[in-house]
Every structure is written in structure tokens, then in C-alpha cells.
């Protein structure tokens, strides 16, 4: 699973790294805590054009009456996502990327929980394979919302010794298959990325709290 990353790449940097359109209203970086519901980086496709656009991690179903009407749904399953109501129109027509430069993850020493920090080996940006969703509050137009969820996948042999998931991490030249852009073909890419794209290290257990914030969370600390 995912439930918490950074995200300390400018703004302007995304887009072009993703060679999108950016938006006027994204989210402020760094970033060093992104929490479920906060707004996200999400690049999609549309008639040929990137955009690089803001969302709400927490996606939600049509038939959502309220934000919170039903569970949080910051994460999609590879291995049902083309099934479950909830996500299989998107899965087909609303694929999606979140930008992250790296995520968090948590162990057990007993009773208590140690933060772990995943990024890619190379330093490259993290691009998470999305669906997206358009949400509208019943009997209020004017409440259109665009949310998102991250596509996450049994983990690959060292992850599992952190946790027994993983986000699916899409590599540079499947971005355009992703999106929509290259024809069919995409579900071949809800995989487990290669054991040695990724790497990390224990960080303080501040960021055990939703609130904490600032580059120190990211620093190999074993408190």
C-alpha cells in the first residue's frame, strides 16, 4: 500500500519532466508529508495533451452522496482494479500519474511503528501508476472535485521484507502506454517494479504524525 510520500520536485520541473500543461492551483512544494485527502501532482492525458493538474488523494465513486459517505480510497488493487465498481470504468478511460519524489512506509519493533523512506535507486522522480475519478456532490453542481487513487501491487522480493505492498511504479518510457497514449496494452504494466529500482532508509518517527512537516523527515535517523 501507499499512505504517505514527498513530493520536493518544482512545480515547473514536473511538467516538464512529464512534458505537461501545469496548472495555475497546484499544490505547494516541497512537500515532505502528503496525506490522504490532501491535494496531489497528477499528470493525464486529453485529446493529445498532457496536463498537469491538481486532485484529492482519496478517490471517490460516483455514488458517493459526501466525501465521506463510504471508505477512504487512496489506494486501487492491480489484481481487482478491472473489476470493482468503484474503479473499473477508470481503470479503462481515466488512468492517471501521481508525481512523488518518495514514500513512506512503516515496520513493528512491538508496539511501536518505524518509518521507513522509499525512492528510486537512480534519484529519479517517482511517477505511481493512477486511476482518477470526477466527483460531483449530489444535488450541487457547482461541487465538482477530481480525486485519485494510487494502482498498488504485491511487492517485489526486498520490499517485502518493509511491507507485503507496493505502489505500482511506472518507468519513464511506459508513462505514454499509461496514459492512454499508445493504444492498448497497459495492464501488462500493473507490476511489481524490478528489485533493485528501489531504495531506502529509517527515518524519525515524527512522521508517524500527519502533521509533521519539513526536510528532516526524509533524514536517515533509527530514533
Not at 500519474?97 to 514514500?103: D, K, T
Not at 511491507?163 to 511489481?192: F, N, S
Not at 509533521?212 to 536517515?220: E, T
Request: charged residues 20%; neutral net charge.
Amino acid at each position: 500500500m501507499c499512505g504517505r510520500f514527498s513530493v520536493t520536485l518544482p512545480n515547473d520541473a514536473m511538467a516538464q519532466l512529464f512534458n505537461a500543461t501545469p496548472a495555475n492551483d497546484l499544490p505547494d512544494v516541497p512537500n515532505y508529508n502528503v496525506c490522504p485527502t490532501n491535494a496531489v501532482h497528477v499528470v493525464r492525458s486529453k485529446d493529445g495533451t498532457r496536463h498537469l493538474g491538481p486532485m484529492r488523494w482519496g478517490f471517490l465513486p460516483h455514488w458517493y452522496k459526501a466525501p465521506n459517505d463510504g471508505p477512504l480510497l487512496i489506494n486501487a488493487r492491480a489484481e481487482t482494479i478491472a473489476e470493482k465498481p468503484a474503479f473499473r470504468a477508470a481503470c479503462r478511460e481515466r488512468r492517471a500519474v501521481i508525481v512523488a519524489s518518495g514514500f513512506y512506509e512503516w515496520t513493528r519493533d512491538g508496539d511501536v511503528r518505524l518509518p521507513w523512506y522509499i525512492t528510486r535507486s537512480d534519484g529519479a522522480p517517482l511517477a505511481f501508476a493512477a486511476v482518477w475519478q470526477s466527483w460531483v456532490a449530489k444535488g450541487d453542481e457547482g461541487a465538482r472535485m477530481r480525486t485519485a487513487a494510487i494502482v498498488t501491487t504485491a511487492a517485489n522480493t526486498p520490499m517485502s521484507a518493509i511491507h507485503h505492498r507496493m505502489p505500482v511504479v511506472l518507468e519513464p518510457e511506459d508513462v505514454g502506454l499509461w496514459l492512454g497514449e499508445q493504444g492498448k496494452g497497459a495492464a501488462r504494466l500493473m507490476r511489481a517494479a524490478p528489485d533493485d529500482a528501489l531504495q531506502w532508509h529509517r527515518v524519525s518517527r515524527a512522521v508517524n504524525s500527519n502533521r509533521a512537516s519539513g526536510p528532516a523527515l526524509i533524514d536517515p535517523n533509527d530514533d
